[in-house]
């Protein structure tokens, strides 16, 4: 098979390697979907996030969908021919955290494309069958791959219990910002507001459920609050961007009560915000790392609703060959470019 290796940084060499076969309760899987995440590109472009360091050669690409081909011994309830979405973290099963049911947390996790494991962009990848989650025929490819960058939206909608009717901000209309749009959206809630610096991406926010939009080039975001809420501020504020920034507005959004949970990584390990507010105010403040038990809901979600999360995608490439394309429009055109989508086995 074909896989696209990162050998240095920038420099991505498509190898001839062999199919992997599947071990004891797991299933091969032919690759049809990969979507480019942000931190794949960290990794390419930079080598490191935080701790996690690319010491040797390394397969990208975590966000997967595909066909089961064969199954290993013991697998049961997966059948080939099967099309899945590939929750792509593999956890002890024994730790406290797992134990516990936030599985997220697992120290000893072994998550796709995060050094030193390799990830999904190849022709085939061998999964264990837990992680494996069959998608309905009238489900596409694209949308079952997206189902990974979905599940952070849907966590932390659950992260901050949204409700039916609250009023949710959302700070950075990325990627998952905008599927934490669409998934606040099939949660229930009433009134969600979109903010980001871009107009392109804000339309593209009403598409997936924003209600209301905020461009903090041309409008004040406190009176937009203001008034987009009587005065009172948001139920909950979700921190998509990773900015310092943002995450000093989210504060000043909420309402007295609320709640504010943060998803995006900054660049930076600390950042200011306003204890007074917090305190005064007795906001929840909540961390979101990656997500858990989410798929199930996610499939279901995403069969019933209306909204298209496929919007999201900007440009799909048919090839392998075309990874190192893709990586190179994704850090050259930030600001047309949302979700890249690629095809290892070709569409």
């Known amino acids: 098979m074909q896989s696209a290796v990162l050998q240095k940084l920038k420099e991505i060499e498509v190898q001839e390697q062999t199919i992997p076969v599947p071990a004891d309760n797991e299933v091969l899987i032919k690759v049809k979907a990969v979507g480019l995440c942000g931190s794949d590109i960290h990794y390419y472009e930079h080598g490191k996030i935080g701790d996690f360091i690319v010491e040797k050669p390394i397969i990208l690409g975590h966000e997967v969908s595909g066909e089961i081909i064969e199954l290993g011994k013991g697998v049961q309830d997966l059948e080939k021919g099967q099309r899945v979405a590939?929750?792509?973290?593999?956890?002890?099963?024994?730790?406290?955290?797992?134990?516990?049911?936030?599985?997220?947390?697992?120290?000893?996790?072994e998550f796709l494309a995060t050094?030193?494991?390799?990830?999904?962009?190849?022709?085939?990848?061998?999964?264990?069958?837990?992680?494996?989650?069959?998608?309905?025929?009238?489900?596409?490819?694209?949308?079952?791959?997206?189902?990974?960058?979905?599940?952070?939206?849907?966590?932390?909608?659950?992260?901050?219990?949204?409700?039916?009717g609250d009023t949710v901000l959302i700070l950075g209309m990325g990627p998952i910002g905008l599927l934490t749009a669409a998934a606040a959206k099939m949660s229930g809630a009433g009134l969600i507001i979109g903010v980001d610096l871009e107009q392109a991406r804000l339309d593209k926010a009403k598409e997936l459920g924003a209600d209301r939009v905020i461009n903090l080039k041309t409008e004040s975001f406190e009176e937009k609050i203001s008034e987009y809420t009587n005065g009172l501020g948001v139920d909950m504020a979700i921190e998509t961007a990773g900015s310092p920034a943002a995450l000093k507005s989210m504060i000043s959004g909420v309402r007295r009560g609320g709640k504010a949970?943060?998803?995006?990584?900054?660049?930076?390990?600390?950042?200011?915000?306003?204890?007074?507010?917090?305190?005064?105010?007795?906001?929840?403040?909540?961390?979101v790392f990656r997500y858990h038990h989410t798929y199930p809901k996610a499939i279901q979600l995403l069969s019933e609703s209306k909204i298209d999360i496929e919007k999201i995608i900007t440009d799909r490439y048919d090839s392998l060959q075309d990874v190192e394309t893709a990586f190179e429009k994704a850090i050259q055109d930030k600001k047309n470019t949302?979700?890249?989508?690629i095809y290892p086995n070709e569409r």
Do not use: W
Request: proline share 6%; net charge negative.
């Open 86 to 109: 590939i929750e792509p973290g593999k956890t002890c099963g024994t730790c406290v955290h797992c134990q516990s049911g936030r599985y997220n947390l697992c120290k000893e996790v």
């Open 115 to 164: 050094p030193p494991y390799d990830g999904a962009f190849c022709q085939y990848i061998t999964m264990r069958s837990d992680l494996v989650f069959p998608i309905p025929d009238s489900m596409s490819d694209e949308t079952g791959a997206l189902i990974e960058p979905f599940s952070v939206g849907l966590h932390a909608c659950s992260r901050g219990e949204v409700k039916d």
């Open 261 to 287: 949970v943060i998803v995006g990584m900054s660049s930076e390990d600390e950042a200011s915000l306003n204890i007074a507010q917090i305190i005064n105010k007795e906001i929840d403040i909540r961390g």
């Open 338 to 341: 949302l979700k890249i989508m």
